[in-house]
């Protein structure tokens, strides 16, 4: 008898575990849409049509290898949309001697595999996870006894396992990290590279017409779909952004612009996310363009650092401290979410542009996610479960394993230090620092105080106020600490009474 393999939709490499020693004439591959992984929380609908356009695609193409595969439309009659019962259905009417499948990305999904091999009326084998480079279990003995998990440590220790960017057991160029040459804001009249975008074929077209009918009232447009859903589509978008965007992707890093969502991003991550590409030869062919003389260093080394550093090390932190890891919530926030994280109707123009490009788009690039929506949401304590489920939803690359790490820690502060030293919090400035967003806005970003006043600024100096028992002591907060020492009893009412009219006026409800 044959074996079932069941591929999870962001699995979708046939070079995946589960599908390594497949026997064609043998076994059946697994596909299922199910209504409980669209809805566990409320996907962004360009995230689902992403998923069935690529799971579409990527079962066509191992049919056209004389591959047997089972595929389970969401529409089909009889789906129970649930992963264990659609295995359970599978095993009923095919004969099949064992199931075989990778380990998936989260850990909802993880518990549910554990009761397979209980369940299920033959063996189950769950295959470690192929998909990134560093195993859990070296992450896991890295970070064993360990509260403090810094990013840096690790990213050496995969430059030298894996030798990328490294010259005879030293890094290239003789540093590590080229981070101070990557804070450049965008130059006024500054043109970025037009990008490729995918036209939807017509299974894709019909999946977004299914997507509109089913999860009407999920958020989020998808008139602008043009995300690349077969792998040839997403090695066609890496070497665009290799050839187009890497050269400068360095520079302008942290940098925001109105109406121009993409700049020199890679909007890659979809396709990483659900295997359409490797970690590893999206890092060789950043190398191999910076060995061919066709980016700097610097760009090269940026790029390689947030794939094979950052989303590593979250992967590894998310699956060496789960299930605790989001439980705890070292601010004790709890505001609940407003409304306009979801409509965009504030004026805070900033906040606006990044839920407006989400919705159009399903995408924001890190610093927005990081230092708008992300800083807004610590210096308003904003709870942070209901944080989580925002960034779970909005974006189509969104998977927990990389999700919570990057709001529960790096942006929330919610772990009490175990991925970031110290809350990223920022005023205004920062924000009219890197973008133009400041220019449009009802806010006035150079005033402190007052109705006028840019939010932030009350908001940042009222968050170390609220927090500074927890906060005071911590070495890389001194310096905003001792400014504060230095306010007197008026400014400091001031900031209170501002905040607390501003976040009374803050309503969860439309
Ligand atoms: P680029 O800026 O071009 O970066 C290249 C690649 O590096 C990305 O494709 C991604 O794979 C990787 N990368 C960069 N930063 C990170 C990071 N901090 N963690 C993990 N991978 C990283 N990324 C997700 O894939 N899914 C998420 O749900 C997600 N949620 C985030 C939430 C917050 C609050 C923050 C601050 C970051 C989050 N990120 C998430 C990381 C990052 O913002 C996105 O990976 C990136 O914006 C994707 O766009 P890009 O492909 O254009 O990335
Ligand atoms: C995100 C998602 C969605 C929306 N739908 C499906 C689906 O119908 N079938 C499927 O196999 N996978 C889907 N996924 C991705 C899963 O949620 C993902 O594989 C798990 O969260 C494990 O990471
Ligand atoms: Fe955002 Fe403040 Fe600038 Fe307005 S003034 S865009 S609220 S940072």
Known sequence: KGALRLVLGDQLNTR??????????HDTVLL???RDEATYVRHHKQKIAFLFAAMRHFAQGLRDEG??????????????????GELERALARLSVGRVVVTEPGEWRVWEMMQDWRETLSVPVEIRADNRFLCPREDFAGWAEGKHHLRMETFYRGMRKRTGLLMEGGEPVGGRWNFDAENRKRLPKGHRVPDRIGFQPDAVTREVIALVEQEFADHFGDTAAFSWPVTRADALAALKHFIAECLPTFGDYQDAMKGGEPFLYHALLSPALNAGLLTAEEVCREAERAYKDGEAPLHCAEGFIRQILGWREYVRGLYWARMPEYRAS??????????WFYWSGETDLNCIRQVVDQTRSHAYAHHIQRLMVTGNFALIAGLSPAEVEEWYLVVFADAYEWVELPNVHGMVLWADGGVMGSKPYAASGAYIDRMSDYCADCAYDV??????????????????????????????????P????AKMDE????????????FLASLSPEP
């Open 16 to 25: 995946i575990a589960s599908l390594t020693d497949l026997d064609p004439e």
């Open 329 to 338: 919530n070292a601010l004790d926030a709890g505001r609940p979410l407003p």
């Open 490 to 501: 008026a400014r400091r009412k001031e900031i209170r009474r501002d905040a607390s009219r």
């Open 67 to 84: 591959v047997n595969v089972a595929y389970v439309e969401l529409t089909d009659p009889g789906n129970t949309h649930s992963f264990t």
């Open 32 to 34: 299922v849409e199910v």
């Open 481 to 484: 600490y001792r400014t504060l």
């Open 446 to 479: 150079r005033t402190k105080n007052g109705e006028r006043a840019c939010p932030f600024n009350y908001l940042y100096w009222n968050f170390l106020i609220e927090n500074e028992e927890i906060l005071s002591g911590n070495q890389r907060m001194a310096m």
